[in-house]
């Protein structure tokens, strides 16, 4: 049968049995990255993508897991599953790893990279052009071509660096890429490159008698079914669904280290700073700033010295304005918000009225955007947050559950836990930032009062999409999952690839590093499968039997049989 360009699952009709070279699973950052990378080659592609083209509900609710340990983390929130993964939301904060976040140190023995910064530097500038940033840097010379002058800290001990955001529109100040828009036309346009929408995967099967995997088999929430055969086989579902996928296909015995190391950025307040202090010593910290299509927004760090000093990890701390949620500058931004997640009824009246209500504070807020100024003015001073490194722990990890989903795959539960080490740093680190604002001359800062408490973390802690480690790259099965090419222990042609690979994550929103990866696998499976270029063009079958039958709820995992397949025709 003709297979379609997108073939989705939602829609009503036979189950399918697809043949590619590459099969991969997940179309986020990493997926449709690395078939952005491949898609001129003459790899069959099949991507396999358990949402749509746009968010749904009932996809979503898929990533509902169980969170324990030191918050509750939203899985559902901060996991979007459509055609575009999570930068359907993501606010489009760029920066790379710095070099110290790569090396061993002698007090954490799992700290550190099997490859180097030197290693991944080519792949982080393939990744910036592909993000559509600015300067290829992100330090102090930021300073002169945004002719600011930069804040006259200890260099022994604090650094300034930036965050830098794809800003191609005046309004609004950044225009994070979204994947799924920007590379749909990959798959449109391209004769070997097939997605399957609404499609989850269930089971990842090796081959009789064989470490290979031979085929993975998926389901939409209605009953269709499907399998695709492939020649190898990226799992790019984030964190904690690489993770759970490992799991419920009993790919456990690969490594020990299947699902542990989960690493998340604790993310807190630690001091306030009025209004006028900022005004008077750092001008311009609240503000993002543009230079041509890019805009930029600094940040402090501990030195790598001052790291090493202090036996702590690495982190940044911003200035950001705090807005209450019935602040009138947020109400148009609310409004969007209820539009784009379908909301009905009251909800979203009452947030159209509260813009008609607060039209003129709007008119000054849209101004204040374009010019790079946050909405809010922030008059009531501004929030010092610190983005911290968590340090890989075999505790802190991801396990799969009793419940089972609509699919009848055991949810994940995940436990968060946060070391002595990782509280420290957020402490001494605020403490550090502080003492250096007084030295400036601030007058007005107040520090968190958790910080003078013996241990615990503040109520509001946070933790967000930053997800990472659950299947991360070693030199060893022993405390690892994959090798320094993000190739599965002991399985030939499964890989894994975003921030789930992660040894350690720095202080570093993991987007940027995550692209940088899947242009680096692309590389590396374009080598490894260029013997295997197929001689004909795709092919799909309709199975005479049921693919598989997974039955929710019971006990035993889901029993899995392939049924016998018509033969197919060729597009």
């Given at each position: 049968m003709v297979v379609p360009i997108f073939l989705d699952f939602a829609e009503s009709g036979q189950d399918v049995v697809l043949e590619a070279d590459l099969c991969v699973i997940g179309a986020g950052a990493a997926g449709l990255t690395l078939v952005h990378e491949l898609r001129r080659s003459a790899l069959r592609i099949c991507v396999i993508e358990t949402g749509g083209l746009d968010r749904d509900a009932a996809a979503d609710e898929l990533s509902a897991a169980a969170?324990?340990?030191?918050?509750?983390?939203?899985?559902?929130?901060?996991?979007?599953?459509?055609?575009?993964?999570?930068?359907?939301?993501?606010?489009?904060?760029?920066?790379?790893?710095?070099?110290?976040?790569?090396e061993t140190?002698?007090?954490?023995?799992?700290?550190?990279?099997p490859i180097s910064l030197a290693d991944l530097q080519p792949y982080y500038q393939r990744a910036h052009t592909a993000l559509g940033l600015?300067?290829?840097?992100?330090?102090?010379?930021?300073?002169?071509?945004?002719?600011?002058?930069?804040?006259?800290?200890?260099?022994?001990?604090?650094?300034?660096?930036?965050?830098?955001?794809?800003?191609?529109?005046?309004l609004p100040p950044h225009s994070p890429l979204r994947f799924g828009q920007a590379y749909r036309n990959d798959v449109a346009s391209s004769d070997t490159v097939k997605a399957v929408l609404n499609a989850t995967v269930v089971k990842i099967v090796r081959a009789p008698g064989r470490d290979a995997v031979e085929r993975v088999e998926f389901r939409s929430i209605a009953g269709r079914?499907?399998?695709?055969?492939?020649?190898?086989?990226?799992?790019?579902?984030?964190?904690?669904?690489?993770?759970?996928?490992?799991?419920?296909?009993?790919?456990?015995?690969?490594?020990?280290?299947?699902?542990?190391?989960?690493?998340?950025h604790p993310h807190v307040s630690v001091g306030r700073l009025a209004h006028d202090d900022t005004r008077r010593l750092l001008p311009k910290w609240a503000v993002l700033q543009r230079s041509g299509q890019v805009s930029f927004r600094p940040k402090f760090?501990?030195?790598?010295?001052?790291?090493?000093?202090?036996?702590?990890?690495?982190?940044?701390?911003?200035?950001?304005?705090?807005?209450?949620?019935?602040?009138?500058?947020?109400?148009?931004?609310?409004?969007?918000?209820?539009?784009?997640?379908?909301?009905?009824?009251?909800?979203?009246?009452?947030?159209?009225?509260?813009?008609?209500?607060?039209?003129?504070?709007?008119?000054?807020?849209?101004?204040?955007?374009?010019?790079?100024?946050?909405a809010?003015?922030?008059?009531?001073?501004?929030?010092?947050?610190?983005?911290?490194?968590?340090?890989?722990?075999?505790?802190?990890?991801?396990?799969?559950?009793?419940?089972?989903?609509?699919?009848?795959?055991?949810?994940?539960?995940?436990?968060?836990r946060l070391s002595d080490r990782d509280r420290r740093t957020a402490v001494d680190f605020g403490n550090l930032v502080g003492s250096e604002l007084r030295r400036l001359g601030a007058t007005n800062l107040t520090m968190d009062s958790w910080l003078d408490e013996p241990d615990g973390w503040p109520a509001d802690i946070l933790g967000g999409p930053h997800?990472?480690?659950?299947?991360?790259?070693?030199?060893?099965?022993?405390?690892?999952?994959?090798?320094?090419?993000?190739?599965?222990?002991?399985?030939?042609?499964?890989?894994?690839?975003?921030?789930?690979?992660?040894?350690?994550?720095?202080?570093?929103?993991?987007?940027?590093?995550?692209?940088?990866?899947?242009?680096?696998?692309?590389?590396?499976?374009?080598?490894?499968?260029?013997?295997?270029?197929p001689t004909h063009a795709w092919q799909g079958t309709v199975p005479t039997a049921p693919v598989f039958d997974p039955q929710p709820g019971r006990d035993s995992e889901p029993d899995l049989d392939t049924g016998s397949a018509a033969p197919a025709s060729t597009p």
């Open positions: 969170s324990h340990g030191s918050t509750t983390l939203d899985f559902i929130a901060t996991r979007p599953r459509a055609f575009g993964g999570s930068t359907v939301e993501w606010g489009g904060m760029c920066c790379p790893l710095d070099e110290c976040d790569f140190r002698p007090s954490m023995p799992l700290h550190g990279w600015g300067p290829r840097y992100f330090d102090e010379r930021l300073w002169s071509v945004l002719g600011i002058p930069p804040p006259e800290v200890d260099q022994r001990r604090l650094r300034t660096k930036f965050w830098q955001y794809r800003s191609p529109r005046r079914r499907g399998q695709v055969r492939a020649n190898a086989f990226v799992l790019a579902g984030g964190a904690v669904e690489n993770a759970r996928q490992l799991l419920a296909s009993d790919f456990s015995g690969c490594s020990e280290a299947v699902g542990r190391y989960f690493m998340e760090l501990p030195t790598p010295d001052y790291q090493r000093e202090r036996d702590i990890l690495n982190a940044s701390l911003t200035l950001e304005v705090r807005c209450g949620p019935d602040c009138p500058h947020r109400a148009l931004a609310d409004f969007a918000r209820g539009v784009r997640e379908k909301r009905r009824g009251g909800e979203l009246a009452r947030a159209a009225g509260r813009v008609v209500v607060h039209s003129g504070v709007l008119a000054g807020a849209a101004y204040r955007r374009s010019v790079g100024r946050p809010c003015p922030g008059h009531g001073g501004l929030v010092l947050y610190c983005r911290s490194e968590q340090e890989p722990n075999p505790a802190s990890r991801v396990v799969l559950g009793r419940e089972r989903d609509a699919l009848g795959v055991n949810r994940a539960e995940v436990s968060w997800h990472s480690g659950t299947t991360r790259m070693s030199d060893s099965a022993a405390t690892g999952v994959v090798d320094k090419n993000s190739r599965v222990y002991g399985v030939p042609n499964l890989y894994v690839l975003g921030s789930s690979v992660f040894p350690t994550g720095g202080y570093a929103n993991p987007t940027y590093t995550i692209v940088a990866l899947a242009i680096r696998a692309a590389d590396h499976l374009q080598a490894q499968l260029r013997g295997g270029v």
